[in-house]
């Protein structure tokens, strides 16, 4: 087998990208797209060529008007395939706080974005789905924690005995 078919006959994963950003409240910035029922973290699907990281400075500049900085990984967690999706693997960065001032400067730039809003975690229960629910405390845990978190369907993959020094919501 030649190098273009091998690489051709290695299977695909959609990739996908969001931004964890928080007010000064440590209420979460949720999206509601008006394609689905449930709200959304700022973020969407990595183009072929780009970069993760970039596909999030990207999604922020279209869907909410703003160039704002990109921290560091958060979460990564892989979701296996229910069709019609295809398997994927989503990175979470952190967006860090926005203060009054950038939050009011948000402008919604999709047609497919009905509202946004920053949102507690008990008002987030319903308005987003149980995986995202979990990305997100997942999210702010290792934001605290300053380390990154792998996540399978939502949920963590390590050693329990490591988890203890996760701080818990």
Same mark, same amino acid.
């Given at each position: 087998? +030649? ?7 290695? #299977? !695909?994963?959609?990739?996908? !990208?969001?931004?964890?950003? !928080? +007010? +000064?409240? /440590? ?9 689905? #029922? ?6 969407? !699907? ?5 970069? #993760? ?19 560091? $990984? ?9 069709? #019609? ?5 989503? =990175?979470?960065? +952190?967006?860090?706080?926005? /203060? ?17 809003? =920053?949102? /507690? ?10 995986? $995202? ?37």
């Amino acid at each position: 087998m +030649d190098q273009a078919a091998f690489y051709a006959s290695l #299977p !695909t994963k959609r990739v996908a !990208t969001g931004v964890l950003i !928080t +007010d +000064d409240l /440590d209420r979460v910035l949720l999206l509601q797209p008006s394609y689905k #029922p449930t709200w959304e973290i700022p973020g969407g !699907t990595v183009a072929e060529g780009e970069s #993760p990281r970039a596909a999030a400075r990207r999604e922020l500049r279209e869907e909410l008007g703003i160039e704002h900085e990109i921290g560091s $990984l958060l979460v990564m967690d892989w979701v296996r395939a229910v069709p #019609p999706r295809t398997e994927a693997l989503i =990175f979470v960065y +952190d967006g860090g706080r926005l /203060d009054d001032a950038e939050a009011r400067s948000l402008l919604l730039g999709r047609a497919e974005l009905n509202a946004y809003g =920053f949102v /507690d975690m008990d008002g987030a229960v319903g308005l987003v789905s149980e995986r $995202l629910e979990r990305r997100i405390v997942a999210g702010l845990q290792a934001r605290r924690a300053r380390r990154a978190v792998e996540l399978e369907e939502g949920r963590p993959q390590i050693a329990r005995e490591l988890a203890a020094d996760v701080p818990r919501y």
